[in-house]
């Protein structure tokens, strides 16, 4: 048995040194032999080790120094964005209309976290946190879009101190400083300021110019297109941080700008006014100096309390507001398109005297309605048992359609098309706002491309007294307008007089702003002062039953646009009544402002629409510290 076992071993033994090449080792000469070549063996081992090493050091100290140099560096440097101070929006009169304050967030961003429990175990000693906010951590760990914990929102500089003093036990947490937006009007400025609100990809791909370490943009408004001056330019520190990521020390600073302070043309004063006189009413004013293009107030009616934007409205809220049958989110004013009715009138008028299709003198027959060749049905003017004998002026004044349904035969769609484009009609105004609709000035060609039908002669008669395909934006009918105003001087309208930064400032150029559209001298007093009596003219004006204003003449001119037809358009539910529109200027002799006013489905031009622009210019005169002198 022993033998056996021997045997086996002795086996076992030859098998190994056949595998590491040794001899026997048990022979005491030959084992001298092979602990000199185990040395040689193990001292070549060592040295190619050895080598290995020496050339690995070397990548590290000199081939790629400056890399892991970086690496480390980044190990304990950080940097931490500087959020600017917005610029502040001002009325013309200096009154504040939107201003920044700053709040402060305590976070933690996750890539800093070790270990979820301990953190919330320490952020509970700090924080004195309660079981359902322990539980508010941890479900923002879960949600995985989220990059860090908010462990207290809005607080102090003076309460982040104290809490500071804990840091030991909660080495992530830091202090972010949120700028926040307040608006002093918050629904009678809505439409005009828009608000500011977190960045978002869509950002990115628009026209703002997004600057590193900004986490808020304007998104609609003056905030979001005058965005590059209000936003200043983001600031930064370089920090030096220990293995805690807690702060050793500053080691760069470079101070945020401040955004440029914004004034406006707006004068706050006549804005809230003109705001408060549509009440529960929907639609919008414009009031605009005609000379150079300033507008004193822009309403869109109702509006929304932008602030609940700034601020992080919630869905509750949002839903409301987007389920309001009052529909307080949409711009009227720069998405509105309506049919003008006949607020076009007078330009229809200057068109037709400039172009000889009749002079001051011609003489037409109202008799309540105008019969088309090859029409069963006839035309009805809005009074049904006519006007008589009308020339131009009186048909402006009171509005006979037949008058203009036969001028518009005879005018043909075509030159009434090219020639009322001089107004801007079909044209964007290029206001400073984003969003702006152009309208629609219907013309043979566009029917044919766009309905693949061609043009009816019936279809020009509508287009005569401004209904059919006819759309227009109140921005481009106050423009419009001010043309009248201003004896042919065509000034874009616009929000922005001057930006101020350090005592610099930056001023609107006027002269660049206006150029002429050369009406006929002649033919616009004709046409301006059929205005007039519109409401100065008991007989036939259609206004002349408004409340007039001691000391101060307007000429203006009434519109009936239909929504549904003549006859249920007067009466019936709201949606189907008649916009009201009326346009104007003041005073007659030497205007200083136009006032453009539209209702939705308010019925009567005459009725509703003129009251509320009457009451404007009286407040503008009477009320208003804004005095405009030609420029």
């Not at 293009?293 to 839903?319: C, E, Q, R, T, V």
């Amino acid at each position: 048995m022993v033998s056996k076992h021997r045997n086996e071993i002795i086996r076992k033994k030859q098998r190994f040194e056949e595998k590491t090449g040794w001899e026997d080792i048990n022979d005491p000469i030959l084992d001298r032999a092979s602990h000199k070549l185990r040395a040689l063996f193990a001292v070549a081992i060592v040295f190619l080790v050895s080598l290995f090493y020496l050339n690995h050091i070397y990548k590290i100290q000199i081939t790629d120094h400056q890399l892991y140099t970086l690496k480390a560096e980044d190990n304990r440097i950080r940097m931490r964005p500087i959020e600017p101070i917005r610029g502040n929006i001002f009325d013309r009169n200096g009154n504040i209309l939107a201003e920044s304050y700053d709040t402060f967030d305590i976070i933690a961003k996750k890539e800093n976290i070790l270990s979820k429990d301990e953190f919330i175990i320490n952020a509970s000693k700090v924080f004195n946190l309660n079981k359902n906010q322990q539980e508010q951590i941890n479900i923002q760990f879960e949600n995985k879009k989220l990059k860090e914990i908010t462990l207290k929102n809005n607080t102090t500089l003076e309460e982040f101190t104290k809490l500071s003093v804990d840091q030991y036990l909660l080495p992530e947490m830091e202090l972010v400083i949120n700028s926040n937006r307040r608006y002093i009007y918050p629904e009678a400025m809505s439409h005009l300021l828009g608000y500011t609100g977190k960045l978002s990809q869509s950002d990115f791909d628009s026209v703002v110019d997004v600057k590193d370490g900004m986490t808020h943009v304007g998104k609609i408004g003056i905030e979001r297109f005058y965005q590059n001056l209000l936003s200043g330019s983001p600031g930064y520190e370089k920090l030096e941080t220990n293995a805690n990521n807690e702060i050793i020390r500053v080691l760069e600073n470079r101070p945020a700008l401040k955004g440029q302070d914004i004034y406006l043309t707006i004068d706050a004063k006549l804005q809230n006014y003109s705001y408060d006189l549509l009440k529960d009413k929907e639609g919008t004013i414009i009031v605009m100096n005609p000379h150079n293009g300033d507008i004193l107030s822009f309403i869109s009616h109702p509006g929304y309390d932008n602030n609940l934007f700034a601020n992080g409205i919630s869905s509750k809220d949002y839903k409301k507001l987007l389920n309001d049958k009052s529909k307080p989110l949409f711009n009227r004013l720069l998405s509105g398109q309506y049919p003008p009715g006949s607020t076009i009138k007078p330009f229809f008028g200057i068109v037709a005297l400039e172009e000889g299709v009749i002079d001051k003198t011609n003489v037409f027959a109202c008799t309540g309605a105008y019969k088309l060749e090859n029409y069963k049905r006839p035309f009805k003017c809005w009074k049904k048992d006519g006007h008589m004998d009308v020339n131009l002026s009186s048909a402006v004044a009171s509005s006979c359609d037949v008058f203009f349904y036969r001028l518009a035969e005879t005018s043909g769609i075509d030159l009434m098309h090219d020639k009322l484009k001089k107004f801007g009609f079909g044209e964007k105004t290029f206001i400073d706002l984003y969003g702006e609709k152009k309208g629609l000035l219907p013309s043979r060609e566009w029917k044919n491309q766009s309905k693949q039908a061609p043009w009816y002669p019936g279809e020009t008669l509508n287009v005569g007294i401004g209904q059919g395909y006819f759309l227009v934006t109140p921005l481009q009918l106050a423009s419009a307008t001010s043309m009248l105003a201003s004896g042919g001087d065509s000034v874009t309208p616009h929000l922005f007089l001057k930006s101020s930064i350090n005592n610099k400032e930056q001023t609107y150029n006027y002269n660049e702003n206006k150029t002429s559209i050369n009406i006929d001298i002649d033919s616009l007093h004709i046409v301006n002062e059929a205005m007039w009596r519109v409401i100065y003219d008991n007989n036939v004006g259609t206004a002349s039953n408004i409340k007039k204003i001691e000391g101060i003449e307007f000429a203006g001119k009434t519109g009936t646009a239909q929504v549904y037809n003549l006859d249920k358009g007067k009466t019936g539910v709201k949606s189907l009544q008649d916009h009201a529109l009326f346009i104007s200027f003041a005073p007659f002799e030497s205007p200083e402002i136009i006032v453009s006013v539209i209702i939705d489905n308010g019925g009567s031009g005459s009725g509703v629409a003129a009251p509320i622009a009457r009451d404007i210019i009286n407040f503008y005169f009477n009320n208003s510290k804004t005095k405009l002198t030609k420029k």
